[in-house]
């Protein structure tokens, strides 16, 4: 079905715009990535429906994304492998946010250790999406602590115990997904940026950053 939808945008694309090949190829990943985010939230949705926690996975589903969105992390190297991840995470952490209280210690030493390692390792970039200008590295970096350590102070701030535990546990998520060690385990590449570089080392001169 994947293979289908996307030969057939491609070809509408193709029939009305005279892209080179790089061109293509950008396009063609940008349009795997919808198709596979809007396939995925389909059987996300019709789960969480039948467990009767549609809310509250829509809840967690925005709050992790504000911080995977400038901080990046590891993807799956299979569509199959991350329609089953994402269903384990988006199902199974908002029912444990939904049952669990931490308390504020708990939270403080959480936020701490997650801001730091934030601040060190992101943005985690991909071998198909590396981020090469220093200026963006910096900005993504800085904006993804800066969402670290709010998140932080809204989670113990806050009385609404699901929220709060949602921002705890999007931290963990997001930290372990942008880990060098979670790159290493699955065998994919870290620091993508520099081995782009390598390989075209006048990019940077050629381009304004």
Not at 19 to 48: C, H, R
Not at 124 to 140: C, E, F, M, N, W
Not at 148 to 154: D, G, L, M
Request: glycine content about 4%.
């Amino acid at each position: 079905m994947k293979k289908i939808v996307l030969n057939h945008w491609m070809n509408i694309i193709k029939k009305n715009k005279n892209y080179d090949n790089v061109k293509l190829s950008e396009i063609e990943y940008g349009l795997t990535g919808i198709y596979l985010t809007i396939s995925k939230l389909i059987v996300i949705a019709f789960l969480s429906i039948l467990l009767g926690i549609f809310k509250e996975m829509i809840i967690f589903l925005l709050i992790y994304n504000v911080l995977r969105m400038p901080s990046f992390g590891i993807h799956a190297t299979k569509s199959w492998i991350c329609l089953v991840t994402s269903t384990i995470i988006f199902i199974g952490i908002p029912l444990v946010c939904m049952n669990i209280h931490l308390n504020i210690l708990i939270k403080i030493i959480i936020g701490i250790i997650s801001s730091l390692l934030m601040f060190k390792n992101s943005p985690a970039d991909t071998k198909k999406r590396p981020i090469v200008s220093p200026k963006r590295r910096l900005a993504y970096k800085l904006i993804s602590t800066i969402l670290a350590i709010s998140f932080v102070i809204i989670s113990i701030a806050i009385k609404n115990n699901f929220i709060s535990n949602c921002l705890v546990f999007g931290l963990i998520l997001q930290n372990i997904l942008i880990s060098p060690v979670t790159y290493k385990v699955f065998k994919q590449p870290y620091n993508n940026y520099k081995e782009f570089l390598r390989l075209n080392p006048d990019f940077l001169n050629k381009k304004v950053c």
